[in-house]
């Protein structure tokens, strides 16, 4: 039986003819070379690296139990710093981080006055789903208030898909936390981050913008503080003090600035009698609307009189 001769076929491209130096022993040759790398590495392992720059090359380590050091610009899930002493967020809700993020995985909502219904510069809601966040940092680089940053914890693989949808509650972290894993990046925007957390802060009335594990203790502490504030001499502070010290709520402005009015309106009631003879009980409303009047009157006898004028100068041409 005679064997069909080998083809293949090939659609497309070139076959190319290897020539080999058929002189020469190559069998096994490639192997040798190989086990010759592995043999070095080998011998390597046993050597005792005292510390990672005598290191080299690819290496493992005894994790868990060992860890490497991590650097301080490695970044791996966002989370939201909080002011340690008055637990005020540092996050204003300016949307920013959300319209930045790629995969948009950052979902807030704005904190409101619940007297006004206005918004404030806090968030009431923040929600990053962790399971698609691609660890871009995008978010932290883009905030302008420093309050969103890259945490350098890893160990976050779990069988509960849902509790990757990290709410504010646990993504909120003191600013002592990120100081300690990245004290220089935390030095060198410190002060504006803290100068900015203050100036939003007088701008949030009540609770607002304190993380969520804190408003208890803290409301508990200025009730407690509000209790012990009339047992203390009311003249100790100078008045740019305790203006200083105690932030007036909008409420407290609101009543503060309806006093003021009362009390202007009494003061004009109670002035003297005008030249003219008018009623000393006159309210601020009724004279400004009789200045009008004579104002109109005044207008109105001007335009009368230049009237009469141009008759007169056209009656004497005639
Ligand atoms: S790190 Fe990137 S992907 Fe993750 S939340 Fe921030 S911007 Fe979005
Ligand atoms: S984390 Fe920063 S960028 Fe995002 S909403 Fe808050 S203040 Fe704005």
Known sequence: MTTPPFEI???????????????????????????????????????????YRQIHGTFTIEYPEERPRIPEAYRNMPILLYDDETGHELCTSCFQCERICPPQVIHMTQAKDPATGKPVPAVAEFIIEYDACMSCGFCAEVCPFDAIKMDHEFELSTDDHSGLTVHKAQLNRPISYYEKIAPT??????????????????????????????????????????????????????????????????????????????????????????????????????????????????????????????????????
């Open 9 to 51: 076929e090939i659609l497309r491209g070139r076959v190319i003819e290897v020539q080999r130096d058929d002189n020469r022993v190559r069998r096994g040759s490639g192997l040798l070379r190989g086990m010759a790398v592995i043999w070095k590495h080998w011998k390597e392992s046993f050597r005792l690296n005292r510390s």
């Open 185 to 318: 990046m935390w030095a060198e925007v410190r002060e504006g981050a803290l100068k900015k957390l203050q100036g939003n802060i007088r701008r949030r009335p009540d609770v607002i913008g304190i993380a969520p594990h804190l408003t208890e203790r803290i409301a508990a502490r200025r009730a407690e503080l509000a209790v012990q504030a009339p047992a203390s001499p009311p003249e100790a502070a100078t008045p740019a003090a305790s203006a200083e010290a105690r932030k007036l709520s909008p409420e407290e402005k609101a009543a503060k600035l309806a006093a003021i009015r009362a009390a202007n309106a009494a003061q004009a009631s109670d002035g003297p009698p005008s030249a003219d003879g008018a009623s000393a009980a006159a309210t601020p409303t009724d004279d400004k609307a009789a200045r009008l009047a004579a104002i109109r009157a005044a207008n109105a006898a001007k335009r009368k009189q230049v009237e009469e004028q141009a008759r007169d100068g056209s009656g004497e041409e005639a």
